[in-house]
């Protein structure tokens, strides 16, 4: 696996290594050896799927809190997501700045995103799939949220939204 960091600290861009002959390819998606030698939590509990029928549909800003702050690998496996990671560590030096990355089911590319950050997508796509893997099991009191269109981000999204939750729309400002 290529592990490439972002300008957030911890948040890295994944991709995989295929090695390739006439039945096609076969690569590593998850190695715990590869994870620890980044520095990376490595302890993963939890796996989910998020299937969103429409284009435009967005999830997100999430997080949870401690002692069940979590982190999150994410992969798009069907259809394509522009994924963000907010970050909402006080103490980092890019405190509320985010980064976002394109996932294809084509580019097979993975976001690590350490506790502490909040997630969330847009879907490029209909019928678009997204696997999470989580080093921390759901917890419903833990979980937080921001709003996708806070000011106090300026998180920059690459078409309209068409579908969200209410709740996820609804988030007060942050500041």
């Not at 911890?10 to 090695?19: A, K, L, N, R, S």
């Not at 950050?117 to 879907?123: D, E, M, N, P, S």
């Not at 419903?140 to 068409?162: L, M, N, Q």
Request: charged share 25%; glycine share 8%; aromatic share 14%.
């Amino acid at each position: 696996m290529i592990f490439q960091g972002t300008k957030l600290p911890g948040v890295f861009q994944i991709d995989i290594e295929p090695h390739t002959d006439e039945r096609g390819f076969f690569a590593r998606s998850w190695c715990r050896k590869e994870f620890e030698e980044h520095g990376l939590n490595a302890n993963l509990v939890q796996c989910s799927i998020s299937y969103n029928t429409r284009r435009g549909t967005l999830r997100g800003m999430h997080f949870q809190t401690q002692p069940y702050a979590e982190v999150k690998i994410v992969r798009c496996t069907r259809g394509s997501i522009y994924d963000v990671v907010l970050d909402l560590r006080p103490s980092s030096d890019t405190y509320k700045n985010w980064v976002a990355i394109v996932l294809t089911a084509e580019n097979r590319r993975m976001v690590y995103i350490p506790e502490g950050c909040a997630h969330g997508f847009l879907t490029l796509e209909d019928k678009t799939e997204v696997f999470y893997q989580m080093s921390e099991f759901y917890h419903a009191e833990s979980t937080r949220g921001v709003r996708w269109s806070d000011p106090a981000f300026g998180i920059s999204w690459p078409g309209k939204v068409e579908v969200i939750s209410e709740r996820d729309g609804a988030y007060p400002d942050f500041e």
